[in-house]
């Protein structure tokens, strides 16, 4: 292999049979969730996430009929307690399957997408093993973690937008927005990819007045038919089930599942860059204020983002998601997994040689690296190493940032391959 053959090309090479990669995948999941009850009971630090135990509770409380916000630090949508009722009345590990399959249902979905793009068989499932067999997915999910269930229902409306089931593709998103917050940043892509393309769009670029050409023209395109039925589709299944929980739970759960993600200021050490400054003005007047302006760089970049890439909507995706974790107030390990779940859908389109794909990947584990020395200094030996934390997560923030520029210039919108038959 030459060295300037690029990564795509490299991955295609591979030729993997899906079946293999899959029953691997499955085995090496199912193996993880009964190491980590082997775990739990031998050892001192436990495998299982801690926010599967809030999960467990949350549970708990739902199955007698109680609130499930009766359980300390429970901020996310009751829907997840109910899903996972089944702990309380089956097993304590019915959660950690459903997360484990929707992982697998992940994964089977960007095999999907991939035959839509024109990749064979083969050629899909091997861009697929870097999910299926990625350590970092398969521990989240087996630990416990629901980002999985997240990642299932945004690449479910990805898939359904390219096969055109707008009203379906709606209805996922609506959920995806429901369980967690960040697919909401998807609706302006998501809105100029189904407007239809104009022939005058090149003639208001050059037009005098080109910006309110442009920006009057794009007010009225949005109406369009397409547009307004996702539009309704999505805010209907987002209203009609914070609206029954609402009616069921009252104020606490806007404050639990919405309003605490909006305003918060998470002061315990995690990779974000503002987590210092948040840290030492918590009982600032203005820290509220500061925790809201934390939002304005990611407006400013995923607004560009949007109107510079909308029409490959998945790399769009991608790249709202990479802007999003990376500037976010908070960001932790887990959160990694809302864009990585789309990179290899990214990854046949983007052009770079694979040895310089190599040196990233590395760059972007030494950065985790030299953040988590000094985070276990202080989390488990007392040590005072805040300021350590915070550089180590400027110079990941400047990592991720090189990587997203890298991946950009790279990036080359064309064909792959013939489109082939695969129904």
């Excluded at 990669?21 to 801690?50: E, P, S």
């Excluded at 304590?92 to 929707?102: A, I, P, Q």
Aim: charged share 15%; hydrophobic share 50%; net charge positive.
């Amino acid at each position: 292999m030459g060295p300037t053959k690029h990564l795509a090309e490299w991955f295609l090479s591979w030729s993997v049979r899906p079946s293999r990669v899959f029953g691997v995948a499955i085995l090496a999941r199912v193996a993880l969730v009964f190491y980590g009850v082997f775990q739990d009971r031998i050892l001192f630090v436990r495998y299982t996430d801690i926010d599967y135990q809030v999960f467990t509770d949350a549970a708990r409380f739902v199955t007698e009929g109680r609130s499930p916000y009766l359980r300390a630090t429970y901020r996310y949508t009751p829907l997840l307690g109910w899903l996972l009722t089944p702990n309380i009345y089956l097993s304590e590990l019915f959660g950690k399957f459903l997360f484990v399959s929707c992982d697998l249902l992940a994964a089977f979905l960007v095999y999907r997408l991939l035959l839509l793009k024109g990749l064979a068989r083969r050629q899909a499932c091997g861009y697929c093993v870097f999910w299926l067999l990625n350590p970092l997915p398969m521990a989240v999910s087996s630990r416990g973690s629901a980002d999985s269930m997240v990642a299932s229902l945004v690449l479910m409306a990805l898939y359904l937008i390219e096969k055109r089931l707008l009203a379906c593709a709606a209805v996922f998103y609506g959920f995806a927005v429901h369980m967690k917050m960040y697919p909401v940043t998807y609706i302006l892509p998501i809105a100029l990819h189904l407007l239809p393309e104009r022939d005058d769009e090149e003639s208001l670029c050059q037009s005098r007045y080109s910006f309110l050409a442009r920006f009057y023209a794009l007010l009225k395109r949005l109406w369009d038919q397409a547009v307004l039925l996702f539009v309704a589709v999505a805010g209907l299944t987002f209203f009609a089930l914070s609206f029954g929980f609402y009616y069921k739970y009252g104020w606490e759960f806007l404050e639990h599942t919405y309003l605490y993600h909006l305003t918060r200021r998470d002061i315990r050490h995690n990779f974000s860059p503002y987590f210092y400054m948040l840290y030492l003005t918590a009982e600032s007047k203005w820290s509220f204020f500061l925790g809201i302006a934390a939002f304005i760089p990611q407006l400013i970049l995923l607004s560009a983002v949007s109107f510079a890439f909308y029409r490959d909507l998945v790399f769009c995706c991608f790249l709202h998601t990479s802007i999003f974790v990376t500037f976010n107030k908070v960001c932790t390990s887990q959160y990694f997994l809302w864009y990585l779940c789309l990179l290899p859908l990214v990854m046949p389109l983007v052009r770079m040689p694979w040895k310089r794909a190599v040196v990233l990947l590395m760059l972007w584990f030494i950065g985790q690296a030299l953040w988590l020395a000094p985070a276990y200094a202080l989390e488990f030996q007392g040590k005072n190493t805040f300021l350590f934390i915070w550089l180590a997560g400027l110079f990941f923030l400047l990592i991720n940032c090189s990587i997203l520029i890298q991946l950009i210039s790279h990036y080359k919108e064309e064909p792959l391959t013939e489109r082939l038959k695969y129904d």
